[in-house]
């Protein structure tokens, strides 16, 4: 591996080795069939950086995002409010669970959200729409929310003493679990339309929530997913995980969502840093 390429091969995959040693002149392992860019110190390969220099500016990073995070969470925490947060890959229902949540809940004054996308403003329209405040946040290439992005959304969003903020991060699975927002808990949603792979894929969006919740439960006739599968693979990455399932469809499964949320107002975590 050369300084500033976070390469690995792998020689389980038992590949012929040959490739097109024309390209580039990387040595890739020699015999592998598999590449690893994501075993090196920082975790992650860009090109034409070293893994110490990307490790460090990934570490100031997640440290300013904190500083932000904890503002929030100290905001949240003096107004009694309770900030949810949801990530999921893209589509899998987010707004769409959301539009029911808000609808269950009733007392709409309470409630608010801020939505994350890269582009456009439909999500927040559409809560908007629905009878409550709304923001949204459009990231362009950035693909997630950042605490200081959401300090900013705070500032212009009529967020009540006692009420609910719902935050919706951009979708991906990738870079929104390292990034604290300061909510009090972090809801990850996979719809049965994915694949039951996803704990083994994104183990991190799966260590950092508190709450999985299956989606688009209405589709399990037409699909192959192994629901229990999933959530055991989910449960040994994360054993504190709650895990509910919904149709944000049909409405199925929503009341026990809602149940948990209502509890969770009741009593509120005392908040200490959540895990970065
Ligand atoms: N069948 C079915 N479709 C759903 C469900 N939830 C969301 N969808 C659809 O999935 C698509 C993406 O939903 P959306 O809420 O925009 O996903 P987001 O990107 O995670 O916010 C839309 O076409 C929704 O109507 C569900 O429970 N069942
Ligand atoms: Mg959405």
């Known amino acids: 591996m050369d300084a500033a390429c976070a390469c ?44 110490a220099r990307l ?7 997640l440290d300013r995002n904190t500083e932000h995070a904890e503002r929030n969470r100290a905001w949240f925490s003096s107004h009694g409010v309770l900030a949810l947060s949801l990530m999921s890959a893209p589509g899998a229902g987010k707004t769409a669970l959301l539009l029911r949540t808000l609808e269950a809940l ?11 996308d890269p582009q456009a403003t439909v999500d927040a329209a559409r809560f908007r729409g629905s009878g409550v405040a709304a ?7 950035g693909s997630h929310l950042d605490a200081d992005m959401v300090g900013h959304a705070l500032e212009r969003l009529d967020v009540r003493d006692g009420g609910v903020l719902f ?43 508190d709450v999985l919740v299956f989606n688009k439960t209405d589709l399990m006739p037409h699909v192959r997913f192994d629901l229990d599968k999933c959530a055991a693979a989910a449960r040994e990455i994360n054993p504190e ?11 199925e499964g929503v009341e026990a969502w809602c149940g948990w949320i209502a509890e969770r107002r009741r ?7 959540a895990a970065g």
């Open 55 to 61: 490790a460090r500016f990934d570490q100031d990073v």
């Open 267 to 273: 009593s509120p975590r005392v908040e200490t840093a």
């Open 167 to 209: 935050i919706e991060n951009v979708g991906g699975l990738i870079t929104p679990p390292s990034f604290d927002l300061g909510e009090a808990h972090r809801i990850l949603v996979v719809s049965v339309t994915e694949g039951d792979d996803r704990p083994f894929k994104y183990p991190e969006a799966f260590a950092a929530a």
């Open 106 to 116: 009733g007392d709409r004054s309470l409630l608010t959200v801020i939505a994350g």
């Open 8 to 51: 690995a091969g792998t020689s389980a995959g038992g590949g012929s080795g040959r490739g097109n040693p024309d390209l580039g002149g990387h040595d890739f392992g020699g015999h592998s069939a598999d590449l690893h860019f994501g075993l090196g110190l920082a975790g992650a390969s860009v090109v034409g950086l070293d893994q």
């Open 241 to 251: 995980l709650v895990v509910l399932k919904v149709s944000a469809e049909s409405g």
């Open 135 to 141: 923001v949204q946040i459009n990231t362009g290439r």
